[in-house]
């Protein structure tokens, strides 16, 4: 087996997601995962309905149903796998580009798999792709499940609790993917003034120079409309960034510190605690330290953001990439979820999103893409004197953080300093002795 599970699931140029490989997922997520039926959702990919029809394949040769239910959201599968007590599988690449697909799953409940489950699915797996047994065929599945997919918009309507955002103005860029139809129709429902781009999906403009990952159109529109805000989601709506009423950026990090502090001043946040993970910015934790809420940190991973609000009883958790999870409504990142939390928050205090994204201010961070030969997640102990050098240079006014990717040949070099000019200093500095023990090239 060449495709091996990453941060998020299988992730891959689609071609090498080939029917056979494909159905024996299928085949072993059915005899891990158990349950009657797996319900399967997926984005605007041209090449999703041919990966859904070889995962349907090997699901059902193991005599599990399969609920298809059409272009959703990724916290859609989710909602509808916790609901209904069985497991989920998605069919995207979230924010990669229209060639790339990839599959990830939700166990019964609706949460994504752990490590152990992840470990005994891959073995199996390879039993399976190594084994003689046939390779079964592609079921061809037709249609959306339009009640499961109300069923999901009813969830995220309950959050405001019968509120409404009547008379604010929102541009919603839906990054021609799986929010097209559903994200206006929520907040039109809510009674918003709703601007609508990158909303057309033709199975390759997914994330095309739009979504949460190039917002500058979004940015644009609100200036132009005279939007409250924008809201920019990815290719499968589990995350969601924002744009201020002057068409500023405002990223999950600040996202999550808008919400911390005004679940916490509702007597909503268990134990005034926020879970967080290693690459959020040094500058959310020292707003949450003056505010007295506590961070706990996590691998990347909303995943991980999860088992630690459960471990703890804690409510809100999320990452800078705007994955976010209202763990009292649901089980993943919401990129919908969160939109209308954040616009609930701008209409109910009568203040605009500026002010709610000015209570924290970020470090200036670098972020350097090192490509390497293969991954090694001991990396950052073969440059631990470079690292340790940085670090004391810094002191309490930055950090340093070295992570290998989830799911790409790259490390990834995270500096966080005073200024700019320390942070790009400081990362080239490691970006170089990460290459010159790995090899490769720095991007």
Not at 180 to 189: F, G, I, Q, T
Not at 269 to 295: C, E, H, S, W, Y
Request: hydrophobic share 45%.
């Amino acid at each position: 087996m060449t495709l091996r599970f990453g941060t998020d699931g299988v992730r891959a140029h689609a071609d090498e997601l080939t029917p056979e490989f494909t159905a024996r997922l299928g085949q072993a997520a059915a005899r891990v995962l158990g349950g009657p039926r797996l319900v399967v959702g997926m984005d605007t990919r041209a090449s999703g309905p041919s990966i859904a029809a070889a995962l349907a394949g090997g699901v059902q040769a193991e005599g599990v149903e399969v609920d298809l239910l059409g272009v959703v959201p990724t916290p859609a599968v989710a909602c509808l796998s916790a609901r209904d007590g069985v497991p989920g599988a998605v069919i995207s690449a979230s924010h990669n580009s229209w060639h790339d697909n990839g599959i990830k799953f939700f166990a019964p409940g609706g949460r994504k798999l752990r490590d152990d489950v992840e470990a005994r699915l891959e073995a199996e797996l390879d039993a399976l792709v190594h084994g003689a047994t046939p390779v079964p065929a592609p079921v061809e599945l037709d249609g959306r499940d339009v009640a499961a997919v109300e069923a999901y918009e009813q969830a995220v309507l309950g959050a405001l609790e019968g509120r409404d955002l009547r008379g604010l103005s929102v541009v919603v860029d839906c990054a021609n993917g799986a929010a097209s139809a559903v994200a206006p129709d929520v907040l039109r429902r809510l009674g918003a003034e709703v601007h609508v781009i990158h909303a057309e999906p033709d199975g390759r403009n997914i994330n095309d120079g739009c979504g949460s990952t190039h917002p500058g159109d979004l940015q644009a529109a609100v200036v132009s409309t005279g939007a409250a805000l924008g809201l920019a989601f990815d290719g499968d709506a589990d995350r969601l960034l924002a744009v201020d009423e002057h068409g500023s950026l405002v990223d999950g990090d600040q996202l999550i510190a808008m919400c911390a502090l005004d679940l916490r001043a509702r007597r909503l946040l268990p134990d005034d605690t926020v879970v967080v993970t290693v690459m959020t910015n040094l500058g959310f934790k020292l707003a949450m330290r003056d505010a007295g809420i506590t961070v706990v940190e996590t691998a990347v991973g909303d995943r991980y953001v999860l088992e630690a609000l459960e471990d703890g009883g804690w409510g809100l958790g999320g990452e800078q990439s705007g994955h976010i999870i209202f763990r009292q409504r649901a089980t993943t990142g919401d990129g919908l979820l969160t939109a209308v939390s954040v616009a609930d928050l701008v209409q109910r205090s009568g203040a605009p999103l500026s002010v709610h994204a000015a209570v924290m201010q970020r470090l200036p961070q670098v972020l350097v893409n090192v490509r390497v030969a293969e991954r090694d997640p001991a990396i950052a102990e073969l440059i631990a004197p470079a690292i340790a050098a940085e670090e004391a240079a810094l002191g309490e006014t930055g950090r340093v953080l070295i992570r290998p990717s989830g799911t790409e040949p790259l490390v990834r070099v995270m500096v966080e300093a005073p200024t700019a000019e320390l942070a790009a200093a400081a990362a080239d500095r490691l970006a170089a002795a990460v290459e010159a023990v790995a090899g490769g090239s720095a991007g």
